[in-house]
């Protein structure tokens, strides 16, 4: 799925994403009905707050020029998108870059879109994702087909788990990191 057409956002203009509109009417649904969710979520919780979004996605606008091109265009507007459309303008959300082949023989499309992942955290050229937007590397986490993976799908990590697991941890880190009041245990 790509953020050029599937998650396409209302503000990069052309026809919204089939995905972001379900991505946006599921969430809405979800939280329209947490008491069916959780039964003692109107006497015990009451509020709640959606704190942060998780975003790794890429591969397939790596695999198109054009795409590749106006990808931190379309991150960017995604981002500001779901914090209107969520109503939770100070959503933290941490992206994991496309890191899926590597450090090595990244195609020019493929850098362009790591590139643009990276781009949405930088303070400099985004001031109103300073502080709550931000990007983690992941092209270190790649594990090499047979024997270290179970799986030869250079799109999916290979299927191997300890990539999740790495994935998982920086994007949770760095979560942390841009929540306040939240414990910052250090190793």
Not at 30 to 54: K, Q, V, W
Not at 90 to 97: S, T
Not at 176 to 185: H, R
Request: with cysteine.
């Amino acid at each position: 799925l790509s953020l050029a057409v599937d998650f396409r956002p209302p503000s990069s203009g052309g026809t919204v994403g089939v995905f972001y509109n379900a991505f946006v009417a599921a969430v809405n649904n979800a939280l329209s009905n947490l008491d069916d969710f959780f039964p003692d979520y109107s006497t015990t919780i009451g509020s709640y707050e959606l704190a942060g979004l998780a975003w790794h996605q890429g591969w397939n606008d790596g695999g198109n020029d054009d795409m590749a091109n106006e990808y931190e265009f379309n991150l960017a507007n995604f981002i500001r998108d779901l914090r209107k459309d969520f109503d939770a303008p100070r959503m933290k959300v941490v992206v994991a870059v496309s890191g899926l082949s590597g450090y090595a023989g990244q195609p020019p499309r493929r850098r362009a879109v790591i590139n643009a992942q990276f781009a949405v955290s930088d303070a400099d050229k985004y001031p109103e994702f300073a502080g709550n937007v931000a990007s983690v590397e992941t092209r270190g986490f790649k594990r090499e087909p047979d024997p270290l993976s179970p799986g030869n799908q250079g799109y999916h990590w290979n299927n191997n788990c300890m990539t999740y697991w790495l994935i998982g941890e920086s994007m949770a880190r760095a979560m942390v990191a841009l929540l306040p009041n939240t414990k910052k245990e250090t190793e």
